[in-house]
């Protein structure tokens, strides 16, 4: 018999977390942003004795987030590092958006502007000097010791107990903030959440069909009559994130986009929260649209042909992706770094 050379062994189907990772379009775009909520979440309930030890936690939430980033890349083509110019106005004016509404919730932007107004920029900025004033911070004011005094930010007061360690935190936060939380944000929120939370109707039978995989309540809503209609449907967050292009946006998805990003951030921060998310649901929108002028379309744009099926869209890149939006969230982010460590102000990191 002639000698045959065996047979390939066929590719396995992918098991475990990667499987699971795998097998939905959502589940790489979220995966890492609650990786990172994980790590933080950790690293705020660690015992004080255990302080020294988080900037090293910081670092395995880095490298955990970008290996995730890295490793799913072919499943998210969106995600790119495509610079536009409008990535630095928008950055640099977030940032003053974001110091200013902060300084309006905790009611301090009058003062400041009183002192602004006056040439006292040393008072303008930085820490609120509410002892020196006789006054108490509102609700959403820095928490008081005893004494009255501002209570220190952690990574302040890792500095004064161990300058090294300290120091390290602090480079480590810019590097996490400006580089790595802009990249799994951006694709969390103005991929994932603008582009699966398109429509009001859709977007409620999604919210019932997730409802009714939930333990204790699930059974009774897949026993009402909404339960059971949107059950018989196909997955609803799923159908909207694949047939929407990376960009398209509607009202209700710009609205329902921003709630999530704010609801992920304190309550002080919310004014500025709804700014960056209107303006980087815009930007994302402006840098993919397609141009009129030169004949294209939301597939021309993706690399789909005019007849392919909508579903289609999961695999496309856009015509700039999520670069543009990530490069001005990570200038914000960057400058609020650079504002907080010249200014002392750590309510901003």
Request: aromatic residues 12%; contains cysteine.
């Amino acid at each position: 018999m002639p000698e045959t050379s065996p047979s390939p062994t066929p590719p396995q189907a992918a098991t475990g977390l990667d499987g699971w990772i795998r097998s939905n379009p959502w589940h790489p775009r979220i995966v890492p942003f609650f990786c990172w909520i994980v790590f933080m979440t950790v690293t705020q309930f660690l015992p004080e004795s255990l302080t020294p030890a988080k900037p090293f936690i910081y670092i395995a939430q880095c490298v955990a987030t970008i290996w995730l980033l890295w490793h799913y890349r072919k499943l998210t083509p969106e995600l790119n590092l495509k610079f536009h110019w409008l990535a630095i106005p928008t950055g640099v004016g977030l940032l003053v958006a974001w110091v200013v509404l902060g300084y309006a919730m905790g009611g301090e932007l009058g003062w400041r502007w009183e002192q602004a107004m006056a040439g006292e920029w040393s008072k303008a900025f930085g820490v609120f000097p509410y002892e020196e004033l006789g006054r108490e911070p509102n609700r959403f004011g820095p928490d008081l010791d005893a004494e009255g005094q501002t209570v220190p930010h952690p990574i302040d007061q890792q500095i004064t107990d161990t300058p090294a360690l300290g120091y390290l935190a602090l480079g480590l936060r810019l590097l996490g903030m400006s580089l790595i939380v802009p990249l799994f944000e951006e694709m969390f929120i103005r991929s994932a959440m603008l582009r699966g939370l398109q429509r009001p109707g859709s977007t409620v039978t999604g919210l019932l069909q997730f409802a009714s995989d939930l333990p204790v309540i699930g059974d009774w809503i897949s026993k009402t009559k909404a339960g059971k209609n949107a059950n018989e449907q196909p997955p609803a967050f799923t159908k909207q994130l694949v047939e929407t292009p990376v960009g398209a946006v509607t009202l209700f998805a710009v609205i329902a986009s921003t709630i999530v990003f704010t609801a992920s951030h304190q309550p002080r921060d919310w004014p500025g929260c709804f700014a960056c998310g209107v303006v980087w649901c815009w930007l994302v929108w402006i840098t993919n649209k397609p141009r009129k002028a030169k004949g294209e379309t939301w597939k021309s744009v993706n690399g789909l042909s005019e007849d392919a099926p909508d579903s289609g869209f999961v695999n496309g890149a856009g015509r700039l992706g999520l670069g543009p939006v990530a490069w001005s969230h990570g200038i914000t982010n960057a400058l609020l770094w650079g504002y907080t460590v010249l200014w002392q102000d750590w309510r901003f990191l």
